[in-house]
T-cell receptor
Framework: DVKVTQSSRYLVKRTGEKVFLECVQD?????MFWYRQDPGLGLRLIYF???????EKGDIPEGYSVSREKKERFSLILESASTNQTSMYLC????????????FGQGTRLTVV | GDSVTQMEGPVTLSEEAFLTINCTYT??????LFWYVQYPGEGLQLLLK?????DKGSNKGFEATYRKETTSFHLEKGSVQVSDSAVYFC???????????FGRGTSLIVHP
């Protein structure tokens, strides 16, 4: 089975801190994605990566950056956490073929205080 | 660009009732269509999919048929259980973009 693992289920961070959310997949997938999920807004794409060291902005990249130095790992970085970044963060991966499904991690619920 | 519209929830049903959650899409090309389910506190997991027109995806008693003429992919189940309570997301991929596009999700609450 494909496994996508996010490093933390719950995180509490202070305003202004630099926050790292880690995601690892074990199926050699080319594509990886970071979404945030908020009530009433569904899933919104923050960043995605279609291969190692490649990244593209999604719909809401402001305040975030990403890193993909190895194929299996895709990190989301909050440069200076703010309270409006309190959310559920979901990582996903898929193979590079257009019509295939994405596999999700269990999510990280981040609270910025 | 691609988009997915699904009915707003919550949908509240009694156990053994019939379920329909509507989903329509806009996309160029020939996307694949998906339903994902999210249980409380968890990530999304694939429930079923269909890759071309008139395909029917099915899993765990849920079904959805890819209707190109109406650009729809409605989710149905004949008899829901309390354990089906979750949020359901309709999604597409492979239309104008390879990025998965999701609807806003529909919360289903099933009472005993």
């Amino acid at each position: 089975d494909v496994k996508v693992t996010q490093s933390s289920r719950y995180l509490v961070k202070r305003t202004g801190e630099k926050v790292f959310l880690e995601c690892v997949q074990d199926m050699d997938h080319e594509n990886m994605f970071w979404y945030r999920q908020d009530p009433g807004l569904g899933l919104r794409l923050i960043y995605f990566s279609y291969d190692v060291k490649m990244k593209e902005k999604g719909d809401i990249p402001e305040g975030y950056s990403v890193s993909r130095e190895k194929k299996e790992r895709f990190s989301l970085i909050l440069e200076s956490a703010s309270t409006n970044q309190t959310s559920m963060y979901l990582c996903a991966s898929s193979i590079g073929t257009l019509n295939t499904e994405a596999f999700f991690g269990q999510g990280t619920r981040l609270t910025v205080v | 660009g691609d988009s997915v519209t699904q009915m707003e929830g919550p949908v509240t049903l009694s156990e053994e009732a019939f379920l329909t959650i509507n989903c329509t899409y806009t996309a160029t090309g020939y996307p694949s269509l998906f339903w994902y389910v999210q249980y409380p506190g968890e990530g999304l997991q694939l429930l079923l999919k269909a890759t071309k027109a008139d395909d029917k995806g099915s899993n765990k008693g849920f079904e959805a048929t890819y209707r190109k003429e109406t650009t729809s992919f409605h989710l149905e189940k004949g008899s829901v259980q309390v354990s089906d309570s979750a949020v359901y997301f309709c999604a597409l991929r492979g239309g104008g973009s390879y990025i998965p596009t999701f609807g806003r999700g529909t919360s289903l609450i099933v009472h005993p």
